[in-house]
């Protein structure tokens, strides 16, 4: 397992509800990008786990309960970096994921571009 150097921001995705979110967090554990991954069911988590790349943090939380996201989203920092995203809809998602740059950010800016993390 790699270690990974602290990014200038992370998204926490919530795996649980959207597929192209899933989707989303699958393209960005392929490309070894830092981002969190959180769902209230452990086995949505588990490929996240499975082969862990070193730039992954995959936990289990009730994301409806705002303490947990919160805990979610602090373990993350911890870990990563700051959180500037939390990704849980398609309507979260970055535009132009397509193309995924090879200095491991979305945007070009290191950021996911969605709703700032609370």
Request: overall charge negative; aromatic content about 4%; glycine content about 12%.
């Amino acid at each position: 397992m790699r270690k990974n150097t602290r990014s200038p921001h992370v998204a926490l995705v919530v795996v649980d509800d959207d597929p192209a979110v899933r989707d989303h967090a699958r393209t960005l554990f392929a490309h070894d990008i830092p981002f969190g991954v959180v769902s209230g069911h452990y086995s949505a988590v588990v490929p996240f786990m499975l082969g862990n790349n070193g730039h992954t943090v995959a936990l289990v939380a009730d994301v409806d309960d705002p303490d947990q996201l919160a805990e979610a989203i602090v373990a993350t920092e911890r870990r990563l970096g700051p959180v500037g995203a939390v990704i849980r809809y398609a309507s979260d998602l970055p535009g132009g994921t397509a193309a995924i740059d090879g200095a491991g950010s979305i945007d070009g800016a290191g950021r996911g571009g969605a709703a700032p993390a609370a």
